[in-house]
């Protein structure tokens, strides 16, 4: 019982913490495009930047959406027998 209990919180910091990283980077690359391409064609800038909030919405989402399971393996874990 006690393995099965740490190896939930392991797995829980992994879906964090992995999740974390993704998004960094994922964000991190996208703002860095978003500079290349703002720098070359500045008129659509405006536009740009609109789509870039956008998914930089939509993958801080799916996150989130990580830390919720996370969350719910920790608090309300459905593996263990009680």
Do not use: H, T, W, Y
Request: glycine content about 14%; proline content about 2%.
């Amino acid at each position: 019982m006690e393995n099965i209990l740490g190896l939930v919180a392991l797995g829980c910091g992994l879906i964090v913490g992995l999740g974390a990283v993704g998004a960094s980077i994922g964000i991190g690359l996208m703002g860095g495009k978003f500079l290349e391409s703002a720098a070359r064609q500045p008129e659509l800038m405006n536009d740009l930047q609109a789509k870039m909030f956008i998914l930089a919405g939509l993958i801080d989402a799916a996150f989130l959406i990580g830390v919720a399971i996370a969350l719910l393996f920790a608090f309300a874990n459905p593996f263990v027998l009680r």
